[in-house]
């Protein structure tokens, strides 16, 4: 139940990072770390979210 709650808290970053960094300038950032496209991480978020979803769908009907 740990590792679930740590996976979520990172997403939940990674959605917070993403609804922030629209405000942002390019120069906030690291210069090596640049995100080529938006949808790229868009999509990045979007998988991490359904997987922590699944897994803790899996995880529940397991235990159920």
Partial sequence: MK???GFT???IQL???LWMG??????????QTVTRTRAG???FIALAGAA????????YLRLK
């Avoid at 300038?25 to 210069?31: A, I, L, V």
């Avoid at 922590?52 to 995880?59: D, E, Q």
């Fill in 3 to 5: 590792q679930i709650r």
């Fill in 9 to 11: 808290l990172v997403v």
């Fill in 15 to 17: 959605v917070w990072d």
């Fill in 22 to 31: 629209t405000a942002r300038k390019g120069e906030f950032y690291d210069t």
């Fill in 41 to 43: 991480y868009f999509l």
């Fill in 52 to 59: 922590a979803i699944s897994l803790v769908s899996w995880a």
